[in-house]
């Protein structure tokens, strides 16, 4: 057990085959920063608790910054025989300060709070740089949203789907907000999971059992950020939900995301024609000189599938272990560390192409108000006028069936045929038998009306703001 953290009382080394399946700096080594902030609390405590010197711990304090030095100018790396990025920087440290000072850090804590407070600190940092992006991209369709509502010619229009046929005309800036408000909850639910996880410092849970040196967790727990330590050592050194959460909210995140992705592809295409994709975010073909594709929705909408993956990965793998640090949470990094580096990569490129992308907004207003999507308008009209809306609902359809068989839409149909239907129909109906008039009616709160959506940006940007 040369250079291992455990060799007293082995008689022989590792094999070659252990080593190879117990090692993990291959992935974990990006955790080096935080595991040395988490030494540099310790030594604090170690040094409060009256195990160090101020020469001793001084001394710690200066090896540990330049590991992190070294570390920072790419200049520290772990060897073949380290374990873990735990035993990689225990031995480096002690390389640097020598093996009486450097052996001593190590008293009154385990690599199992080790890790879990340091993954915890990872995370915290990489969910803020993830809200951030999900904010940006947030921030792109406010801004198509607003571009879209103040368009001179009026707000443009498209048709709203349900069943993907055609349902009634929405606001194309109330359909890009829907896509915003989803990814906004995304944010919320990271700054959910941040109030649970900031204060829970594992540190001084130990193995499992905690520490009896007389360290105080809270004083590592303030030195790291965070804003009380664990009240249970078990479950500080056992419990990973909070890598399961995390990862729960990239997985909904990538799906949110993949609602998007699947309708710019959908949209991009010859038969949709509602939206060009702008040449710098999309992609050609190696054979087809005409093609450009929606390169970025596609590997956005794939990746959603690896997220969820990641979640189903780790969630399995906690399942019914028992109390408490088992080995198999080894197994917790790879997947979380995966969503992370996906979505950092996929968010930029995703929000790129969203706030580029040019609406073809005439062949929109075109389409919306074809398929009788302004059945619902001719029936609502009805019951503002008095009539029922069961008897609304059947007049409404009976329009249709006449459109339908005279091959028009429903403002094709003559007064004489309006009141041949139902004496209620007046040609007053005319009024809401344009789009405009349509989502000008809708005008409740959380409705389509140009005022409504223009309130509903304003909330969704303040909400926004102050995530
Ligand atoms: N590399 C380990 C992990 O990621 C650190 C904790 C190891 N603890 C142990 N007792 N073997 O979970």
Same mark, same amino acid.
């Given at each position: ?204 849970? !130990?193995? $499992?059992? #905690?520490?009896?040196? =007389? %360290?105080?967790?809270? *004083?590592? /727990?303030?030195? &790291? ?79 959603? !599938?690896? $997220?969820? #993956?990641?979640?189903? =990965? %780790?969630?399995?793998? *906690?399942? /019914?272990?028992? &109390? ?87 403002? =094709? %149909?003559?007064?004489?045929?309006? /009141? ?48």
């Amino acid at each position: 057990g040369e250079g291992k953290l455990w060799g007293g009382r082995f008689s022989g080394g590792p094999s070659p085959e252990l080593e190879a399946l117990s090692r993990s700096t291959h992935f974990d080594w990006r955790l080096a920063l935080y595991d040395i902030a988490g030494s540099h609390a310790h030594a604090k405590a170690l040094g409060a608790a009256g195990l160090l010197t101020a020469e001793e711990e001084l001394e710690l304090h200066r090896g540990l910054d330049a590991l992190a030095e070294r570390f920072t100018s790419g200049r520290l790396r772990p060897s073949e025989s380290d374990e873990d990025v735990h035993g990689a920087l225990e031995r480096l440290l002690i390389e640097e300060v020598g093996p009486e000072v450097g052996g001593k850090l190590r008293a009154g804590r385990s690599r199992n709070d080790q890790i879990a407070t340091l993954f915890r600190s990872y995370l915290l940092d990489h969910g803020r740089v993830v809200a951030g992006l999900v904010l940006d991209l947030v921030d792109a369709l406010a801004g198509q949203a607003q571009t879209h509502l103040r368009l001179p010619g009026g707000p443009s229009i498209m048709p709203g789907r349900t069943h993907l046929q055609h349902a009634q005309p929405v606001l194309l800036s109330h359909h890009l907000l829907a896509h915003a408000w989803a990814l906004l909850r995304d944010v919320d639910r990271l700054g959910d999971w941040r109030r649970r996880v900031e204060s829970d410092s594992p540190y001084g849970s !130990g193995a $499992l059992a #905690g520490q009896s040196l =007389g %360290l105080d967790p809270e *004083l590592v /727990a303030s030195e &790291l950020g965070f804003t009380a330590s664990t009240a249970n050592s078990i479950d500080g050194t056992a419990s990973r939900d909070f890598v399961a959460e995390f990862a729960y909210v990239c997985a909904q995140t990538g799906v949110d995301i993949s609602r998007i992705a699947e309708e710019i592809i959908l949209w991009a295409t010859k038969e949709f024609d509602f939206v060009t994709l702008h040449d710098s975010w999309s992609t050609g073909s190696s054979i087809m000189p005409q093609k450009k594709n929606p390169d970025i929705s596609e590997l956005a909408r794939g990746k959603a !599938g690896r $997220l969820v #993956g990641n979640l189903t =990965g %780790l969630l399995t793998t *906690l399942k /019914a272990l028992p &109390l408490a640090y088992n080995r198999d949470l080894q197994e917790d990094k790879e997947p979380v560390f995966d969503s992370v580096d996906t979505l950092e990569v996929l968010l930029p490129a995703f929000t790129g192409q969203v706030a580029t992308l040019v609406y073809n907004t005439a062949r929109m207003a075109e389409l919306a108000p074809q398929g009788f999507s302004l059945a619902t308008d001719i029936a609502e009209w009805l019951v503002r006028e008095g009539t029922p809306f069961r008897t609304a609902h059947e007049v409404a359809g009976a329009c249709v069936r006449a459109a339908e068989a005279k091959g028009t839409d429903l403002d =094709g %149909l003559t007064d004489e045929e309006f /009141a041949a239907i139902s004496p209620a129909l007046t040609p007053q109906v005319r009024l809401v038998l344009t789009t405009e008039g349509s989502v000008a009616s809708r005008n409740g709160r959380g409705g389509t009306a140009p005022d409504r959506v223009a309130e509903q940006l304003e909330e969704l940007r303040a909400r926004a703001g102050a995530a």
